[in-house]
Structures are given as C-alpha cells and as structure tokens.
C-alpha cells in the first residue's frame, strides 16, 4: 500500500521519464487516460509519470496559494495522494485529469490556508471525502497561466493591496467577501482593487503583445 511520501523509482538509462518503450526502439507518450487507469490499478509507475508530467504545475500553485515551499510541498504529496487513492472516481468528462489534479491541489492548499488563520477544517478523512468538482473555466486558465514567467512578472508589478487581492481571490480561492473581512476593507473597495489589477494586467501583458482572458 501507498502511503506518506513515495519513492519515485530509479529508471533504466535512456529510458524519458513518464514515456513507455514501444516496438523498434521508439517510444511513445501514454494518453492521461492510462496514466490514471495505471494509477486506479495501483501502479507505481502510473503515480510516477503523473508527477513527472503535472507535479511542477502542481507545487507552483499550491506556493502560489501557501507562499511557503515546505507547505506547498506537504500540500502536493497530500493531493497526490489523494489522486492515488481515489483515482477509479474520476470522470473525464468532468473535466481534464489536470485539472482534475490542479483542482485537488487548489483545495487542500485552501484548506491549509484557511486552518492557518484559524478557520474551520473540513472534518472529513480522506478516504471519506467526495470527489472534487472540477475548476472553473476561469480558474482552469489562471492555473495555465501561472507556469508562466510573464504572467508572474506582470503580478509582480502591481502595486501591494491589488497584487494581494488577485492572489487570494484567484489563486487562493476566497469570495470577495471574505477579502474584505481578511483585508478589513469595504466589500466595494476589493471590488475596486480587482478591477484595477486585472486591468493593469491585461495592459501590462498587451504591451507584451500576450493575450489573457481573465475577467
């Protein structure tokens, strides 16, 4: 049985990580779908190319959300752990196993945050727990987004009060009326803020000549 922290396998030499030897020597991508039909069977190697292929995606948001490495780290092993156990109750067309993966990710760092601050955790072990719902269509994009360097170069950018205000409502998850009991500002003024920011960001990243869809 899998538990804690597992241990990513040694590999033959010449053999790409998350890739599966083929016939005259090739070798060839597995799809999502076997990589979690490989997990649902308990196959350490299907839990290895999962995290090959999404556990530098995954910690990025999970530091995004805790600003701490070894938290967002305890966080990813948790989700991935979760991934491992409850892998047979995902449903494709509910959405990608990625953001399948980013929205477990997204969760637990919630949850850990909101602990944190002294909030009531949900108390519902793990094997108990219902499958997560899949992102938003907004959310789906900002966690694509967050990978890359332009997009945390324009957040850096932004001045410290709207900065804060777009990483808890997008990336930590938190209603604009929570912001504002946590920030202790008028539910207008984070209203306010968010428009500002996403502004600012979306003419940061048009000088830029990059596209961004957030609303």
Known sequence: MMTGRWLIRSRPVGVV??????????TVTPSDERVIDLIAQASP???????DRYGRLAFTLAL??????????DVVQEAFLAVWRRAASYRPERG????WVCSIVHHRAIDRLRGRSGRARLDLSLDKAPPEVALSDTWETVAADLEREHIRRALAELPDEQRRTIELAYYAGYSQSEISSLMKVPLGTVK???RMALRRLRSTLE???VEWSVT
Do not use: K, N
């Open 207 to 209: 000088r830029q000549g």
């Open 64 to 73: 995004r959300v805790l600003g701490d490495a070894g938290a967002a780290e």
């Open 96 to 99: 990608s196993l990625r953001t």
């Open 192 to 194: 306010g803020r968010t």
């Open 17 to 26: 990580p998350g890739r599966q030897r083929h016939s005259a020597g090739e």
């Open 45 to 51: 190697e299907g839990i290895e190319m999962l995290y």
